[in-house]
């Protein structure tokens, strides 16, 4: 079940006992998409209940929102060491939640104890116009392989970084756990993703 979130004092509270990871959906009662939304992580978390979400009506808690450059509803926010690991615009169907969900910490019983498992990071460096990027962004989703997409045509600190990392400026270009992929490169995604 999702958590109301019902002041800022709360949400540090969670953001310090959910140091790894947890989702927030941003939203207000006036938008039929926000509820729409709120709905399918609700199911969400009741199939997964170990998985944290939580929920900020905007209009109600107001200061929450300013923190994450968030002005519009509805946006999920995934946090991943108190980072925003991906964000998550408009309503969206349960299985692409799922997909982008998908990297969550598990916790697997091994031999009695408790251990994390996390699927690869993978951040796909893309540009607008990009027939490739989109091409690889739908295998990565068919795969059910959550990704963090970063545009360099609005982030040159990250175009800067991706030449340093790769020595190509070309998109489109993904990292997998600091392993630089130029191109949609299927064979080379899916060696190092696992992908049969």
């Keep these: 079940m999702v958590e109301e979130i019902k002041s ?31 709905d399918v992580l609700n199911d969400l978390a009741k199939e997964n209940q170990d998985m944290p979400v939580y929920a900020v009506n905007a209009s109600n808690v107001r200061d929450i ?30 299985d692409y939640y799922q997909i982008m969900l998908s990297g969550a910490p598990v916790k697997a019983k091994a031999g009695g104890k408790q251990k994390k498992q996390t699927q690869p990071r993978v951040i796909v460096y893309t540009s607008p116009h990009c027939p490739w990027c989109n091409r690889e962004k739908t295998y990565l989703m068919q795969n059910r392989i959550p990704f963090r997409e970063i545009d360099v045509s609005k982030d040159q600190s990250a175009a800067d970084r991706l030449v340093r990392k790769s020595g190509q400026l070309g998109t489109p270009q993904t990292e997998i756990n600091g392993k630089i992929v130029v191109g949609f490169d299927k064979e080379k995604l899916d060696e190092l993703l696992g992908i049969k």
């Design 8 to 38: 800022r004092e709360h949400f540090e509270k969670i953001r310090k006992t959910n140091k790894d990871f947890f989702v927030v959906i941003f939203y207000t009662n006036k938008s039929d998409s926000s509820l729409k939304a709120l």
């Design 65 to 94: 929102h300013p923190l994450f450059d968030v002005n519009s509803v509805p946006t999920v926010l995934i946090l991943r060491d108190g980072k925003v690991a991906n964000r998550i615009h408009g309503a969206q169907s349960k």
